[in-house]
């Protein structure tokens, strides 16, 4: 195309690339060995990784900092902006060791955790966590390794807990422990988790995914500490958090439907209830939400994905979630690009799969949320309309903290988007949202100069050939966050495609 820039280390601003993703969901992939290489980052963004999840749990800070440096490489050549999550691990709670390594727990007999640090057996075993014999009683339950085997609480004392085997089987060595049925007195973010923070927010990651949230004030506290140096995504992976998601909701930036340990805390039959409810949530909000684990899983090992996977998948956008997450499969699979790969086919087919779903991008039983009451969403909201309306070639929305972008996006419009920030941080943020093809760009400063600069970033985005209308949104005084105020329908001719910034 005429003014395209050769690729170099500039901004993404600067080299004017059109690529531009044929579908409204985005895809986050982890990366982890089997995609640690600036070639092999680059052919999952050009597959359709949009999103780059760095995994605190596994490796050191020097892997983490490698990765950015190869996902900022890859992002000046393709000349697009790339968002990086850096998803911290959370407080891990684990028995000790066993004498012989493992011991096979029986069903309906007594099983003791407590604080003596000795090697456990079939009788006994280290819990190394005061916390949770001073917050659990008769009654509770205790989930252990991922859930297979269960235990009811019987007695407490300071020094432990006796138990009754409830589901057995063979329990080995720093296996994980779940309390569901209690917020326990554990903060969400531990010693390592704050080193990490701080080493992220150093490397420049986008967004903080806090793990163990319980309640509000763990996304507060996250919050507090990150201070606007990234977005701050809460993973709903504990009961008490999807009962509280409206208040989690009102401090986090973005959520995920983490169904790892979610799966292991709620019945399972609960899990898809508890996965629409969160979108339902985030969607009134107005929140990105991200939905996440063993969605391709088989793909670890095999070329294909089951077909109960492709219908998760399916199932997730069609529920409106912003974006889908592979973990293991692209960090340690054998089929890191293919996973990506099927992820991007499997929802541009639901994206399209039926007229109903084409003209509204939620069913009747997931309903476009009412705009709120502020001139911002009346702007956002009668932008999708009089883009329908006018059957314009996109709406193009100027955005300086990104909340204008997020309220299109909100609004789930027919007509594609078009995101225009002068920060290249927020361009980079708003990758994780729903239909939002985002360039960092010059700001404007009149209201010539925004019809003029729509026109072309129109044009030399791919979203019109010229001879098209678009629907523009912005704020006035211009880049002014926040300040919504003005809705404009302009003619694209393609004159202006040779015009620059």
Sequence with gaps: MAD???????????????????????????LGPASDTPERIEALWRAGADVFRLNMS?????????????IRAVEARVGRPIAIMADLQGPK????????GAAELVAGAAFRLDLDDAPGDARRVHLPHREIFQAIGPGHRLLLNDGQIALRVER?????????VLVGGRLSDRKGVNVPDIVLPVPALTDKDRRDLDAALELGADWVALSFVQRAEDVAEARKLIAGRAGVLAKIEKPSAVEQIDAIL???DAVMVARG????????????????????????????????TQMLESMIQAPVPTRAEVSDVANAVEDG???VMLSAE??????????????????????????EFRTAAHTAANPIPEPRNTAEDAITSAAGHVAQTVRAAAIVSFTSSGSTALRVARQRPRAPILALTPHLAVARRLCLVWGLHTVKTRDVHDFEEMVAKSRRMALRHGFTPGGDRIVVTAGVPFGTPGATNVLHIAWVTGEELSARG
């Design 93 to 100: 709670l684990r028995v000790g060791r066993f004498a012989d």
């Design 58 to 70: 596994h490796g050191d800070l020097a892997d983490k900092a490698a990765y950015v440096r190869h």
């Design 261 to 292: 340990d979610l799966g292991v805390e709620l019945p399972v039959e609960d899990v898809p209830g508890a996965q629409k409810r969160i979108i339902l949530a985030a969607a009134e909000a107005g929140k990105p939400v991200v939905v996440a």
């Design 321 to 323: 979630a912003d974006a």
């Design 156 to 164: 407490v004392d300071e020094s432990g807990a006796d138990t009754t």
């Design 330 to 355: 692209s960090a340690a699979g054998r089929y890191p690009v293919e996973a990506v790969t099927v992820m991007d086919r499997v929802i541009r087919r639901a994206e399209g799969m039926s007229a």
């Design 250 to 252: 009102d401090l986090a």
């Design 4 to 30: 395209r820039k050769p690729a170099s280390s500039q901004s993404p601003d600067a080299q004017a690339h059109t690529a531009r993703r044929a579908r409204r969901a985005r895809i986050v992939a982890t």
